[in-house]
Nanobody
Framework: QVQLVESGGGLVQAGGSLRLSCAAS????????MGWFRQAPGKERELVAA????????YYADSVKGRFTISRDNAKNTRSLQMNSLKPEDTAVYYC??????????????????????WGQGTQVTVSS
């Protein structure tokens, strides 16, 4: 059974930092693009960051550019999202996701949310003002 498991969420004050991690089990995603989504109450799920299989290409939503950094360690089958300068509007459930159709690909299509169809259970991030 394929599983993506997020960790690292929590409560932080505005301006603070958190690091989310995503571990994969049941299969390796080393050759597959990975992304981080978030969903705030009453809002649609949005893609905030993505990275291709090698880590050489990334995508960031405008709302997080310059504050969030996505990375991956294929040897450990893990991915991370470093979130700095957090704002109350970053409060959401954050999901790790995989895009099996983007295998050994470059940066093209990283931003296409419909490509991601393996999901973790989510981790809550709450930023207080």
């Amino acid at each position: 059974q394929v599983q993506l498991v997020e960790s690292g969420g929590g409560l932080v004050q505005a301006g603070g930092s958190l690091r989310l991690s995503c571990a994969a089990s049941g299969r390796t995603f080393s050759g597959v693009a990975m992304g981080w989504f978030r969903q705030a109450p009453g809002k649609e799920r949005e893609l905030v960051a993505a990275v291709n299989w090698s880590g050489g290409s990334t995508y960031y939503a405008d709302s997080v550019k310059g504050r969030f950094t996505i990375s991956r360690d294929n040897a450990k089958n893990t991915r991370s999202l470093q979130m700095n300068s957090l704002k109350p509007e970053d409060t959401a459930v954050y999901y790790c996701a995989a895009a099996p159709s983007l295998r050994y690909s470059g940066g093209t299509y990283l931003s296409e949310a419909e490509k991601y169809n393996y999901w973790g259970q989510g981790t809550q991030v709450t930023v207080s003002s």
